[in-house]
């Protein structure tokens, strides 16, 4: 039986602290994984679910967007998938008596522990202007609400589209061809907050915002860096390939300011003989200051132009550099070259925290690499300046021709199981003219060209009173969003919020005047149409696309498919029978769509490049992988038809006398905004999350002690913003860098600090003073 879900918010007194793992994964992760999943499940649906996670016509587990080996385990999944899969397959229900139970005031008071432990949403519920509690809602009433909304709407613009990464392709086609049949190109998504940066400096570079490796060039690469990211507990699953890499020969870089468990031992649970001995996964551990990548990657490439001053070889090259490939395939050594010259060792020490012996072993690394691999994720994708970061990362890999090469490239790993599939679809506020002119012939409508609002954006337009409609699919806006008060404020001034979703959430109850849930079936269940079951398709990190089919039972006899919600939303705006059609209308059958989501597929392949013979290719266990030109044939989709080295200030943090900067990242049991239980367990933190880790010297120098508590203060442009009663841990980070958990930090993340360019909120450096809490 699955055990009741818990009654009250995290009790932060019963925190405990143990030392810090130094190793990933092993038997403790499977016992913990069967402990929840059978929590959630109980133990028969348990097995049957489990078992069908990422296996050839199962579904894809929604635990992250990792590739899967064509050749399959049985059980291919990690303990974060596990839990990922529990909490959506779990027996726990939310309910019309639960809410009738609970007010939103009630509601407002829990945390999102609480809120997410209740189980899943059942029906279809409607705030009313004014109403204390959430009531039923026919789904037809609640589909003509939404159409009225948007009809009486003065202008496209004033409605706003969020979409999570956990959306099907076929979802999200349909839904952005809604949404721009609507008029707006207002399309913000989870990306914006994530790994917009990496899109930003790739496509400017390389001429495409994607990865450019397959697991095959990631377990034959000869080096590989692992930078601003905890695969141990983010992506479990990427520890195989690294322990392949390993045994190949790889020599791995880890780059963080935290000594995470994962990257530097691994025992993997699904090898018995690694059971027993485990893999030494880490060779170098640079210990990095927040923000010093830029710096690191640019201290690289002066090491490398120094090498090759000094006649030195890369393997398999005449020289260090790779000029055969400079010139044929690049422009922009020059300007790249300017810059590094500029760029100071002294500042570039200081910026990493490393020492220049550390800088130089590095450096000789890549000299003694063949191909090297430089994988990242959201430590170094959330400052101020990300993209220029991740522009060095890629000139330092242009330098020894490691794009488009056997065992090397970039590789970007992405968080949400279909986030990239997403921006495939168009879920962009600023997709090219050719995806618009395809579109536009496909439907034969005149989709809008102006760019939409990202999500920084469309915070300021609601906080500004422009928008009247918010739809969520999926995700938890007010959580995920930076500055929660002014976006709960943001939200609060619109007409109308939807939020499709499969659990309860705070953005539940930081509704507009009125709101909507729209509960919806998740992707480990069977989803049946007028045609039969449907299956849906994702694509993963490495753009390969598969199909995915749910096996449960629906959690409630009245959930709505993610499809069938847009498609009933459009045929009631575009062509409902008590309104006049709009003009400029997509000439779609939604309805159509909805029975039968290959019809969908079909304009997929109508529209989109690389879904040639799309039905027919998801047959194929693997599915397909999609074209990616600098990979399959150095070839870049740049204005010069040429990969671009870039000249980049060099840029860090400078912290402030008296204060700290912040990251704000994930513990072992969260997933995003979901926290499935309370501990950090590599981490050493159980029963609690209000803690901010900090160097022990700097705990020492503020005036503090180990344990005190402490109120954080966040200081931007002469504004602050409170976090309140966080225990102080002495935590194993360079000097002046803290971490904390988010969404717990998020009021502390300034809506105006963005990343250059990509206009990601700057969620891994808040600079931050300490205040010391009453006791
Ligand atoms: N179980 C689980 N899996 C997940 C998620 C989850 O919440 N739970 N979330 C999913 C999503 S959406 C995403 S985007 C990914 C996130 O995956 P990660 O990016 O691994 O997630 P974070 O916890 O934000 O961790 C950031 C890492 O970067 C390091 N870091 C911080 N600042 C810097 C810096 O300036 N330089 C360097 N070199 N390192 C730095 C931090 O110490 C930390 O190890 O995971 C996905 N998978
Ligand atoms: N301070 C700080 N803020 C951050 C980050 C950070 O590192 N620090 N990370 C950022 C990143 S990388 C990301 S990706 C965002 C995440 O932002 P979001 O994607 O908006 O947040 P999640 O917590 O993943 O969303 C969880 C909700 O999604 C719904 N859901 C789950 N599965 C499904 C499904 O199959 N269909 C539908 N319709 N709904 C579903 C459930 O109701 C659940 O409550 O947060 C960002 N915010
Ligand atoms: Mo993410």
């Given at each position: 039986?699955?055990?009741?879900?818990?009654?009250?918010?995290?009790?932060?007194?019963?925190?405990?602290?143990?030392?810090?793992?130094?190793?990933?994964?092993?038997?403790?992760?499977?016992?913990?994984?069967?402990?929840?999943?059978?929590?959630?499940?109980?133990?028969?649906?348990?097995?049957?679910?489990?078992?069908?996670?990422?296996?050839?016509?199962?579904?894809?587990?929604?635990?992250?967007?990792?590739?899967?080996?064509?050749?399959?385990?049985?059980?291919?999944?990690?303990?974060?998938?596990?839990?990922?899969?529990?909490?959506?397959?779990?027996?726990?229900?939310?309910?019309?008596?639960?809410?009738?139970?609970?007010?939103?005031?009630?509601?407002?008071?829990?945390?999102?522990?609480?809120?997410?432990?209740?189980?899943?949403?059942?029906?279809?519920?409607?705030?009313?202007?004014?109403?204390?509690?959430?009531?039923?809602?026919?789904?037809?009433?609640?589909?003509?609400?939404?159409?009225?909304?948007?009809?009486?709407?003065?202008?496209?613009?004033?409605?706003?589209?969020?979409?999570?990464?956990?959306?099907?392709?076929?979802?999200?086609?349909?839904?952005?061809?809604?949404?721009?049949?609507?008029?707006?190109?207002?399309?913000?998504?989870?990306?914006?907050?994530c790994h917009e940066s990496s899109g930003s400096a790739l496509v400017e570079t390389i001429g495409i915002g994607k990865g450019s490796v397959s697991l095959t060039d990631l377990e034959t690469a000869s080096l590989i860096f692992v930078a601003g990211q905890n695969p141990g507990t983010n992506h479990p699953r990427m520890l195989s390939a690294l322990e392949?890499?390993?045994?190949?020969?790889?020599?791995?870089?880890?780059?963080?300011?935290?000594?995470?468990?994962?990257?530097?031992?691994?025992?993997?649970?699904?090898?018995?003989?690694?059971?027993?001995?485990?893999?030494?996964?880490?060779?170098?551990?640079?210990?990095?200051?927040?923000?010093?990548?830029?710096?690191?990657?640019?201290?690289?490439?002066?090491?490398?132009?120094?090498?090759?001053?000094?006649?030195?070889?890369?393997?398999?090259?005449?020289?260090?550099?790779?000029?055969?490939?400079?010139?044929?395939?690049?422009?922009?050594?020059?300007?790249?070259?300017?810059?590094?010259?500029?760029?100071?060792?002294?500042?570039?020490?200081?910026?990493?925290?490393?020492?220049?012996?550390?800088?130089?072993?590095?450096?000789?690394?890549?000299?003694?690499?063949?191909?090297?691999?430089?994988?990242?994720?959201?430590?170094?994708?959330?400052?101020?300046?990300?993209?220029?970061?991740?522009?060095?990362?890629?000139?330092?890999?242009?330098?020894?021709?490691?794009?488009?090469?056997?065992?090397?490239?970039?590789?970007?790993?992405?968080?949400?199981?279909?986030?990239?599939?997403?921006?495939?679809?168009?879920?962009?506020?600023?997709?090219?003219?050719?995806?618009?002119?395809?579109?536009?012939?496909?439907?034969?409508?005149?989709?809008?060209?102006?760019?939409?609002?990202?999500?920084?954006?469309?915070?300021?337009?609601?906080?500004?009173?422009?928008?009247?409609?918010?739809?969520?699919?999926?995700?938890?806006?007010?959580?995920?969003?930076?500055?929660?008060?002014?976006?709960?404020?943001?939200?609060?001034?619109?007409?109308?919020?939807?939020?499709?979703?499969?659990?309860?959430?705070?953005?539940?109850?930081?509704?507009?005047?009125?709101?909507?849930?729209?509960?919806?079936?998740?992707?480990?269940?069977?989803?049946?149409?007028?045609?039969?079951?449907?299956?849906?398709?994702?694509?993963?990190?490495?753009s390969a696309v598969h199909a995915s089919r749910g096996r449960l039972k629906p959690a409630s006899d009245h959930l709505h498919s993610e499809v069938a919600i847009v498609c009933n939303i459009a045929h009631k705006i575009f062509t409902g029978s008590d309104n006049l059609p709009l003009p400029n209308t997509p000439k779609a059958d939604w309805l159509a769509?909805?029975?039968?989501?290959?019809?969908?597929?079909?304009?997929?392949?109508?529209?989109?490049?690389?879904?040639?013979?799309?039905?027919?290719?998801?047959?194929?266990?693997?599915?397909?992988?999609?074209?990616?030109?600098?990979?399959?044939?150095?070839?870049?989709?740049?204005?010069?038809?040429?990969?671009?080295?870039?000249?980049?200030?060099?840029?860090?943090?400078?912290?402030?006398?008296?204060?700290?900067?912040?990251?704000?990242?994930?513990?072992?049991?969260?997933?995003?905004?979901?926290?499935?239980?309370?501990?950090?367990?590599?981490?050493?933190?159980?029963?609690?999350?209000?803690?901010?880790?900090?160097?022990?010297?700097?705990?020492?120098?503020?005036?503090?002690?180990?344990?005190?508590?402490?109120?954080?203060?966040?200081?931007?442009?002469?504004?602050?913003?409170?976090?309140?009663?966080?225990?102080?841990?002495?935590?194993?980070?360079?000097?002046?860098?803290?971490?904390?958990?988010?969404?717990?930090?998020?009021?502390?993340?300034?809506?105006?600090?963005?990343?250059?360019?990509?206009?990601?909120?700057?969620?891994?450096?808040?600079?931050?003073?300490?205040?010391?809490?009453?006791?």
């Open positions: 039986m699955a055990s009741k879900a818990p009654k009250q918010n995290i009790d932060e007194s019963k925190l405990s602290l143990t030392k810090p793992k130094t190793t990933a994964v092993g038997l403790p992760a499977v016992a913990n994984a069967l402990k929840i999943s059978l929590e959630q499940m109980g133990p028969l649906r348990s097995i049957q679910t489990l078992l069908a996670v990422n296996q050839v016509d199962g579904f894809d587990c929604m635990g992250c967007a990792w590739p899967e080996h064509e050749k399959r385990n049985a059980a291919e999944f990690c303990e974060n998938g596990a839990k990922a899969v529990a909490e959506e397959a779990t027996r726990r229900r939310v309910t019309p008596e639960f809410f009738a139970k609970h007010s939103i005031a009630d509601l407002k008071t829990r945390d999102d522990y609480w809120l997410g432990q209740q189980g899943r949403l059942t029906h279809p519920m409607l705030l009313d202007e004014g109403a204390t509690h959430y009531k039923p809602i026919a789904w037809d009433d609640a589909y003509e609400l939404i159409a009225q909304e948007i009809r009486d709407m003065e202008h496209p613009d004033q409605s706003v589209f969020y979409t999570s990464g956990r959306t099907s392709n076929e979802a999200a086609f349909a839904y952005q061809l809604l949404v721009r049949g609507i008029g707006t190109n207002n399309l913000p998504d989870c990306s914006n907050m392949k890499a390993k045994k190949n020969g790889a020599v791995i870089i880890s780059v963080n300011p935290l000594p995470e468990a994962g990257l530097l031992r691994f025992e993997n649970p699904q090898n018995i003989s690694g059971m027993v001995v485990g893999t030494q996964l880490t060779d170098d551990f640079l210990q990095i200051r927040a923000g010093g990548d830029q710096a690191l990657f640019q201290g690289l490439g002066k090491y490398l132009l120094e090498a090759e001053a000094q006649g030195r070889k890369t393997p398999g090259l005449p020289t260090v550099l790779d000029h055969e490939f400079i010139k044929d395939h690049t422009v922009g050594i020059d300007e790249y070259l300017r810059y590094l010259e500029k760029a100071e060792w002294d500042d570039i020490v200081e910026a990493t925290g490393l020492t220049l012996e550390q800088i130089k072993s590095t450096g000789e690394r890549l000299l003694a690499s063949s191909a090297t691999i430089v994988c990242w994720a959201m430590g170094l994708t959330q400052h101020k300046h990300s993209v220029p970061t991740l522009r060095d990362v890629v000139n330092v890999l242009l330098l020894q021709g490691n794009i488009g090469k056997p065992g090397a490239g970039v590789c970007p790993v992405r968080g949400h199981s279909n986030v990239q599939g997403d921006r495939t679809m168009g879920i962009f506020e600023k997709m090219p003219e050719s995806f618009h002119d395809r579109l536009d012939h496909e439907f034969q409508f005149l989709s809008p060209r102006a760019h939409g609002f990202d999500t920084v954006a469309a915070i300021r337009a609601m906080r500004d009173g422009k928008v009247r409609v918010f739809i969520g699919m999926g995700g938890n806006f007010v959580r995920a969003a930076p500055d929660s008060e002014v976006t709960e404020q943001a939200l609060a001034n619109t007409r109308l919020t939807v939020q499709i979703s499969t659990k309860l959430n705070h953005s539940h109850v930081s509704t507009g005047r009125r709101a909507l849930i729209l509960p919806t079936l998740g992707r480990t269940e069977k989803d049946t149409q007028r045609t039969g079951d449907q299956r849906v398709t994702v694509e993963d990190s490495m769509m909805k029975d039968d989501y290959s019809i969908i597929r079909k304009h997929i392949e109508a529209v989109l490049s690389g879904f040639e013979n799309f039905e027919e290719r998801i047959q194929n266990p693997g599915g397909f992988v999609l074209p990616h030109p600098p990979r399959d044939a150095r070839k870049f989709d740049t204005a010069s038809g040429k990969a671009h080295f870039t000249g980049n200030e060099l840029e860090f943090i400078r912290v402030p006398a008296g204060r700290l900067v912040l990251q704000t990242l994930r513990s072992h049991d969260q997933y995003n905004t979901t926290i499935y239980g309370k501990d950090d367990r590599y981490r050493g933190i159980h029963g609690g999350r209000r803690v901010v880790l900090i160097n022990a010297d700097d705990i020492t120098e503020l005036g503090f002690t180990d344990g005190d508590m402490v109120h954080l203060i966040s200081e931007f442009q002469g504004t602050e913003r409170r976090a309140e009663n966080f225990r102080i841990v002495s935590y194993s980070t360079p000097k002046g860098c803290a971490a904390a958990y988010y969404p717990e930090t998020n009021v502390l993340v300034p809506l105006d600090s963005v990343a250059d360019t990509s206009g990601t909120p700057t969620s891994k450096s808040v600079i931050v003073r300490l205040e010391r809490a009453e006791a």
